[in-house]
């Protein structure tokens, strides 16, 4: 597995209400974005809906961003464990193309429905939507009808 071969795939905007008192971008807004940027990477990863945020390494804001600009989010896996996904995570400005932040190691873990650690099965990155949960097809299927 490549840990540097990051698809940056979600754009956010720089909006007025994602600044701080000093007119940049609010980092406990950055930080909202990239947890569910990893939230939905680990669900297609894992193929569940039921993976949860376990564990950030240190978080470096070495640029930012004014309103206006916009930044893009990449990760990549870097470990398959047995019931966690680890993932490393890139922000960069797409205006001043600064690096904004990276993150070394974001956990997640892929509970079962009592919210118990699961095994995922998983050893290597999908780049495809095969692991989409499909358990929400019923429901998709009761609006259609
Ligand atoms: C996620 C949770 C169920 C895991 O419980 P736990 O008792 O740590 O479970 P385990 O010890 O079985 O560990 C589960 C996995 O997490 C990994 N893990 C546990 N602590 C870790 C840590 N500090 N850093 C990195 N990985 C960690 C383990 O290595 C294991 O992975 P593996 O099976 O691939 O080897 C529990 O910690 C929890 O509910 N946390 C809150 C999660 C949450 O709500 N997050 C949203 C933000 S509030």
Request: glycine share 6%; charged share 25%.
């Amino acid at each position: 597995m490549e840990p540097n071969d990051i698809t940056f795939r979600t754009r956010k905007w720089v909006k007025p209400e994602d600044l701080n008192a000093n007119g940049t971008l609010f980092g406990g807004s950055l930080l909202r974005w990239i947890d569910e940027e990893a939230a939905i990477y680990a669900i297609v990863q894992l193929g569940n809906q039921r993976a949860v945020t376990k564990y950030m390494s240190e978080i470096n804001f070495v640029s930012s961003a004014e309103q206006g600009d916009i930044i893009e989010m990449g990760l990549t896996a870097t470990h398959f464990g047995r019931t966690s996904l680890t993932m490393r995570a890139q922000v960069r400005n797409m205006i001043t193309r600064d690096l904004i932040l990276s993150i070394d190691k974001i956990v997640f873990v892929n509970l079962d429905k009592d919210g118990v650690p699961a095994p995922h099965g998983f050893t290597e990155i999908t780049y495809d939507r095969d692991r989409i949960p499909t358990t929400v097809l019923p429901r998709i299927r009761e609006r259609e009808a």
